[in-house]
């Protein structure tokens, strides 16, 4: 598939993407990598983005509707124990210009409580220390509401995001709710945001996909300084930081 959506000029804002596009290049999503420890992760040139979120929060099912590729992100049949950080490519005719993370779930019961202190704690430093990072997409089920964690989480990314960082509180599983529910759950989100935004979701319905898919481009595709560089594919350099993941 060709690019066809125009390129940003040096000094603007990136160019508005409509929702066809922006699923378009969602689709060339393709698995860069996965790491069970923080150090393993190549050093990242371009954007990346990370979606995290409580397990059974509809992490993996939000990823592979946006990139429609059923099996892209695992689900795995025992929620919160995929101990791993995995990474996908985003770019047309074999060029990266993003890349998503897709973080472990946190907080489910079945886990000991020692794992989910760790997990959680992996995580934040993940979200804090990572260079790359562009974006946070944080999911929650509406009918939950954020949990402790993520609210632990919320406040750890604060400096970041209010540095720049992009933040998203994306509420999925949006057809278990009525109109009226929605509205309020998206109100209270938005407060909740902290600087960031708050957006409707379902996979179901494909409530708010097309929207989502346009703001990742967005978030992917910032304005160009007129002294920078053409962007670099991702090398395999690691970070230093030396937290893992797995037990």
Not at 224 to 247: C, F, G, N, Q, R
């Amino acid at each position: 598939m060709t690019n066809s959506s125009p390129a940003p000029v040096a000094g603007t804002l990136p160019p508005a993407i409509d929702g066809k596009l922006a699923m378009g290049w969602m689709h060339t999503a393709r698995f860069l990598t996965t790491a069970a420890q923080l150090h393993h992760l190549p050093t990242i040139d371009v954007p990346e983005i990370a979606f995290v979120g409580r397990s059974n929060a509809g992490k993996s099912t939000c990823i592979n509707t946006l990139t429609q590729q059923k099996q892209l992100a695992f689900a795995s049949k025992k929620p919160g124990r995929t101990q791993h950080i995995n990474l996908f490519s985003l770019g047309r005719q074999g060029i990266t210009d993003a890349v998503l993370a897709d973080l472990p779930g946190y907080g489910y019961a079945a886990v000991s409580r020692s794992d989910k202190i760790r997990w959680q704690q992996v995580m934040v430093n993940y979200l804090i220390t990572r260079s790359s990072l562009t974006g946070i997409v944080l999911l929650c089920d509406p009918r939950l509401g954020l949990t402790e964690l993520d609210e632990a989480l919320l406040e750890a990314v604060r400096p970041r995001v209010e540095d720049g960082l992009k933040f998203l509180i994306l509420l999925t599983k949006a057809d278990k709710l009525t109109r009226a529910e929605q509205a309020k759950a998206l109100s209270i989100a938005r407060l909740q945001a902290g600087g960031g935004e708050a957006k409707i979701f379902s996979a179901l319905k494909r409530q708010g996909v097309d929207e989502v898919a346009q703001l990742l481009w967005q978030w992917s595709h910032p304005a160009i300084p007129a002294d920078a560089a053409t962007p670099a594919e991702p090398s395999v350099a690691t970070d230093s930081a030396e937290d893992s993941l797995a037990p």
